[in-house]
C-alpha cells in the first residue's frame, strides 16, 4: 500500500508529500530530520535526529476522522512497546502528561477531496536535552521512557495500525479514541469532561454544570 521514500533531510516531510500528492503519487515520506517542521496553527515542529518524522499520503472518501485514526494509530503503537500513552484532541499524544508524538493532516480539495496527507512525528530515539529549554517540561522521548526501538521499526508499526483502522467503522474508531483520551482538559481556563468525537471529529466535552458542548478549534491544554 505504501511506497517508503527515506530522505536524510527535508525541511517538512508534509511539505514534500503534497507535492508528490499533487503529481497524484502515493508514497510515505520519512526525514531523518527536519529544518522546519510544522505543528498546528503554524507552530514550530522540532525533528532532532533519532525521531521518526514522516508523512503518508491517504486517499479517503472523507477527511473525517483521518486525524483521530493517526493518533490511535500512534497510541495503539506505543501501547505495544509497553507504555500507557493517552490522546489530547485535536492531534497529540501524551506520556504521563508530557508529550510524546504530534499528527497534522492537510487536505487538498477540487470539488472533491482530493487527498489528505497526514505528518506524524514521534519523539523517539533521542534525549530531551536535544530540545529547546521551554519544550522539555512538557515532552518526553520513548528513550526517556526508557524504550528503544529502530525508528523503521517503529514506521512499520504505526504505518500497520493505520492500514487497520482505516477499515474500521467510525464507531469504532470513535469508541476506541474516546477510551483511550484524557479525561479532562482545559479550554481557555475553563475545566472540561472530555466525552467523545463527532463524527466529524470534533471533541465533545461536559462543563461544571453538566452542559455538553461541541469544540470545533481551540487549544486544548491537559489537566
Not at 45 to 63: A, E, N, Q, T, Y
Request: glycine share 8%; with cysteine.
Amino acid at each position: 500500500m505504501f511506497e517508503i521514500l527515506v530522505k536524510k533531510s527535508l525541511p517538512s516531510t508534509n511539505t514534500y508529500a503534497k507535492k508528490l500528492a499533487g503529481d497524484g503519487k502515493n508514497a510515505v515520506v520519512v526525514a531523518l530530520t527536519q529544518t522546519r517542521g510544522r505543528g498546528r496553527n503554524g507552530k514550530k515542529w522540532f525533528s532532532p535526529k533519532g525521531g521518526l518524522w514522516f508523512s503518508v499520503i491517504l486517499r479517503p472518501k472523507s477527511p473525517n476522522l483521518i486525524q483521530a485514526i493517526a493518533s490511535l494509530a500512534v497510541l495503539r503503537s506505543i501501547k505495544k512497546l509497553g507504555l500507557k500513552p493517552k490522546i489530547k484532541w485535536p492531534n497529540d499524544v501524551y506520556i504521563n502528561g508530557r508529550k510524546i508524538s504530534g499528527v497534522l493532516s492537510e487536505s487538498s480539495f477540487s470539488g472533491k477531496l482530493d487527498y489528505v496527507v497526514v505528518g506524524i512525528g514521534i519523539n523517539a530515539n533521542f534525549a530531551l536535552k536535544m530540545l529547546p529549554k521551554e519544550l522539555r517540561k512538557a515532552s518526553t522521548t520513548l528513550a526517556d521512557e526508557g524504550v528503544f526501538i529502530g525508528t523503521m521499526e517503529l514506521l512499520d508499526l504505526v504505518l500497520l495500525e493505520i492500514k487497520r483502522l482505516l477499515k474500521e467503522k467510525k464507531s469504532n474508531v470513535i469508541r476506541e479514541w474516546g477510551k483511550n483520551s484524557l479525561n479532562e482538559v482545559l479550554l481557555n481556563g475553563e475545566r472540561l469532561s472530555v466525552c467523545g468525537l463527532t463524527k466529524e471529529g470534533y471533541l465533545i466535552v461536559k462543563d461544571a454544570e453538566n452542559k455538553k458542548k461541541i469544540v470545533t478549534e481551540g487549544d486544548i491544554v491537559p489537566t
